[in-house]
């Protein structure tokens, strides 16, 4: 199995940045791409960014292009979010996920982001 843990979370004003990481133990050579969700009060949780493990391709939520970068440390096997220019309305909890081989996924707990206007 894949466990996943998320850090970096915490409260910032709008217009700041904040750096997500999420930490991946286990079985971890099974990991061929891992990404980040949030979900915000009283909304469906939504895609925000994924990157492949074994190249570098990227893909983005429109509502974050732009501001936010999605990386990979493979030897760390950590995933990052560089969030920058945040609004209020990013106010969420972040969810990191790994798509593991066999169809497989792997879920963190999640970390808290508020963005105060």
């Known amino acids: 199995q894949v466990q996943l843990v998320e850090s970096g979370g915490g409260l910032v004003q709008a217009g700041g940045s904040l750096r997500l990481s999420c930490a991946a133990s286990?079985?971890?050579?099974?990991?061929?791409?891992m990404g980040w969700y949030r979900q915000a009060p009283g909304k469906e949780r939504e895609f925000v960014a994924t990157?492949?493990?074994?190249?570098?391709?990227?893909v983005y939520a429109d509502s974050v292009k732009g501001r936010f970068t999605i990386s990979r440390d493979n030897a760390k096997s950590t995933v990052y979010l560089q969030m920058n220019s945040l609004k209020p309305e990013d106010t969420a909890i972040f969810y990191c996920n790994a798509y593991l081989g066999g169809g497989n996924d792997s879920w963190g707990k999640g970390t808290l982001v508020t963005v105060s206007s």
């Open positions: 990157i492949n493990w074994g190249g570098s391709s990227t």
């Open positions: 286990g079985r971890t050579f099974t990991i061929y791409k």
